[in-house]
């Protein structure tokens, strides 16, 4: 049972657009949510991360909103760069004892056309 | 801060044979866990170490892996007798110790069992 999704494996959009990367969640006991990006051949790099006490968490162009009621989190990119391209992987933590492992989604592939 | 680092970067060994992975983690982080990611799919928990102590194995983790970390510093993940199925990165990441605390990913290491 996936407890993290990322239910679309592409999106492409024109340079110096509105990126937004959607991810969905199932387990109401996970309580902090992580963006990473992925270069091929490369780990995963830390984007940005938000607390489920809060709704809205900024960082210059990156932007990460959660819907608690919903289970439900999206990254918006804004403008979108070139350099943006890669695949964008949503995790979660959950409270308590389980406090430490992230589950992560598939991943959504961002290509970002010039 | 140089990062997390991992040896080697690839590795292809033939099935059967044993193989070991080095990680080396951010100088101050007393937590580190090893991930493993196979193709099209995120990155899955694999185990975590608080200083020495391994505080969690996966149930992906058979008793044909095992992983330490002898000082609370660097840790190796070994790979007994592979199988074609363990083909994989496998990751390694490290963070402070607290409830909201960021994992640092390093590169990985591409494993091919032929």
């Known amino acids: 049972d996936q407890q993290v999704k990322q239910n679309s494996p592409s999106l492409s959009v024109q340079e110096g657009r509105i990126s937004i990367l959607n991810c969905d969640y199932t387990?109401?006991?996970?309580?902090?949510f992580l963006w990473y990006k992925k270069y091929p051949a490369e780990g995963p790099t830390f984007l940005i991360s938000i607390s489920s006490i809060k709704d809205k968490n900024e960082d210059g162009r990156f932007t990460v909103f959660l819907n608690k009621s919903a289970k439900h989190l999206s990254l918006h990119i804004v403008p979108s760069q070139p350099g943006d391209s890669a695949v964008y992987f949503c995790?979660?933590?959950?409270?308590?004892?389980?406090?430490?492992?992230?589950?992560f989604g598939k991943g959504t592939l961002l290509t970002v056309n010039p | 801060d140089t990062g997390v680092s991992q040896d080697p970067r690839h590795k292809i060994t033939k099935r059967g044979q044993n193989v070991t992975f080095r990680c080396d983690p951010i100088?101050?982080?007393?937590?580190l866990y090893w991930y493993r990611q196979t193709l099209g799919q995120g990155p899955e928990f694999l185990t975590y170490?608080?200083?020495?102590?391994?505080?969690?194995k996966s149930r992906l983790l058979s008793d044909r892996f095992s992983a330490e970390r002898p000082k609370g510093s660097f840790s190796t993940l070994e790979i007994q007798r592979t199988e074609q199925g363990d083909s994989a990165m496998y990751l390694c990441a490290s963070s402070s110790s607290g409830t909201q605390e960021t994992q640092y990913f390093g590169p990985g290491t591409r494993l091919l069992v032929l």
């Open positions: 170490f608080q200083n020495e102590a391994q505080l969690e």
């Open positions: 995790a979660a933590r959950g409270s308590g004892g389980s406090n430490y492992k992230l589950t």
């Open positions: 100088s101050e982080h007393n937590r």
């Open positions: 387990n109401s006991m996970f309580d902090y």
